[in-house]
């Protein structure tokens, strides 16, 4: 079946520290490819996503590119802020079936 | 603004209480979910309805029902919960259902069952 994995939390940075999640994916077929984030106090907000192989989604200075070599579809960010503290969770949707989520990780950028 | 919005945010009750949690969205959309986000867990999808028809309903205990009387309103209602239910409840729509547009969110209402 379908299945996302998530690198475990809680990931503590200093600002403008290099931000790497790592999440990779079972499925079959092609699926569509997105994170979320959860920002404390709030519901999740699309981040980013990719529909196909080699796509790089970007968003606030977020990218992920979908690598199905690798199965995997990692969130990147060169220099984080305080504001981005929040939980990441990636996330997959095959054509026809629902969306499947990563448990998510916590991510804390200290000043 | 998410265009998703549920209420009550927060809420507390007994075990022997009935209470219904509220979700409205106004973005046009066709589908609308009910989650389940417990501490260190994945979301757990509950219900899902499209054109307020259910269309999913993911083995979810029966002191949870879902109502669909639109497709701009949602509603779950609770009776005679555990404390294990305690959690934070998400709604969230949809364009279309099983495509691969993405969700849309409200903020949630946070439950505790005491």
């Known amino acids: 079946g379908n299945s996302v994995t998530q690198m475990e939390g809680p990931v503590t940075l200093s600002e403008e520290a290099f931000l790497t999640i790592n999440c990779t994916y079972t499925a079959t077929g092609y699926p569509s490819l997105f994170w979320y984030v959860q920002y404390p106090g709030e519901g999740l907000q699309l981040l980013l996503k990719a529909t196909k192989a080699d796509d790089k989604g970007s968003n606030k200075g977020f990218e992920a590119t979908y690598r199905k070599e690798t199965t995997s579809f990692h969130l990147e960010k060169g220099s984080v802020q305080v504001s981005d503290s929040a939980v990441y969770f990636c996330a997959l949707n095959n054509q026809g079936g629902k969306l499947i989520f990563g448990q998510g990780t916590e991510l804390s950028v200290k000043p | 603004e998410t265009g998703v919005t549920q209420t009550p945010r927060h809420l507390v009750m007994g075990m022997t209480n009935k209470k219904s949690l509220k979700c409205e969205q106004h973005l046009g959309h066709n589908a609308m979910y009910w989650y389940k986000q417990s501490a260190k867990k994945p979301l757990e999808l509950m219900f899902v309805?499209?054109?307020?028809?259910?269309?999913e309903n993911n083995s979810v205990p029966s002191r949870f029902s879902p109502e669909c009387p639109n497709s701009s309103h949602l509603f779950l209602h609770l009776h005679t919960l555990q404390p294990e239910d305690s959690a934070l409840y998400l709604c969230?729509?949809?364009?279309?259902?099983?495509?691969?547009?993405?969700?849309?969110f409200g903020n949630g209402t946070r439950l505790t069952v005491t």
């Open positions: 969230a729509s949809s364009p279309r259902d099983r495509d691969n547009s993405p969700l849309h």
């Open positions: 309805y499209s054109l307020e028809e259910r269309v």
